[in-house]
């Protein structure tokens, strides 16, 4: 576990396939310190997060924004993780407070939280209609749901691995995951290997937990086979809302329910999912002040 999220990448030198990092760990802890969540739903939110982040840095311009939506008929509700193009997320989910019993040894049920329903990716290329892929949940399970979709929605072969490990005490000690994607003209040799390699690693969040940092989790995924590093930096949980923002979404309300809001006389308070910061607007009788 590093002390500050990062995210990194490298390729095989024969480009057959390029596999991407993430610990998110100090991001999914300081998500969870924003409000009271269980360890269920800071499992299944710190998935989501990390998917969202490693997904979000494969975009190819740097403007552009993916949201991942996990939308299940369980308790968690709907889980929503935006990220940037450098892999800067936030996230929210509709019941932070979801908590099931843990399936047989000890592990999160994240599947039992999600349900069964669909995954949404947009992405926001600058273009005036976001790209919109849905595709039906696996699992629930986040990781497989995601290989699925890059399967299905982008012809991509892909391996997507996600951890999160919560202490009795409740405090987050590892969120990371890796995404392995085929590149077009791949090797077979390779993919063999790299299955291989696959079947006798440990999981992303026991790599991580006993210490291992990018360099460790690529030797050991691509082992036996030679890989170049690309790109290694921080990442942070990254909220853009504003003042601004909330009042213009208030103002878009609609003329008869900015009246009745404006008339009951009572300041209006919003506050952001993503980062719990409260806005509070004063009205005048007749309309919402800024
Ligand atoms: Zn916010």
Known sequence: MSDNSYISSCV????????????????????????????????????????ASIM????????????????????AGNITAVSDSYGNVR???DDPTVDLPARQGGKIDVGGAV??????????????????????????EIAEDVTSYYARSEQTPTVCALGVRIEPDMSVSVC???????????????IDLIEKNLKDIPSVTDMVFSGMD?????DTILKDIPYDPLER???????????????????SLGEDEIRSLAEAGEPIE????????????????????D
């Open 12 to 51: 095989t030198r024969d480009g057959s396939a390029r596999l991407i990092f993430a610990d998110t760990t100090s991001v999914m802890r300081y998500r969870s310190s924003l409000e009271p969540m269980s360890d269920t739903a800071m499992a299944v939110m710190g998935r989501t997060l990390t998917a």
């Open 56 to 75: 979000g840095s494969m975009g190819k311009t740097s403007e552009e924004k993916l949201t991942l939506q996990i939308r299940g008929d369980g308790p």
């Open 91 to 93: 996230a929210c989910m």
């Open 115 to 140: 349900g069964s329903g669909s995954l949404i990716v947009m992405k926001d290329l600058g273009l005036k209609e976001p790209y919109t892929a849905v595709c039906e949940l696996v699992s629930g």
């Open 176 to 190: 990371a995951g890796f995404m392995l994607q085929l590149l077009p003209f791949y090797d077979e040799g390779i």
């Open 214 to 218: 990018d360099t460790a989790v690529f």
């Open 233 to 251: 930096h921080d990442i942070e949980y990254r909220c853009n809302c504003s003042r601004e923002r909330y009042h213009t979404a208030l103002m």
């Open 270 to 289: 919003t506050v952001c999912s993503f980062c719990r910061k409260k806005y509070v607007f004063e009205t005048d009788g007749k309309t919402i002040l």
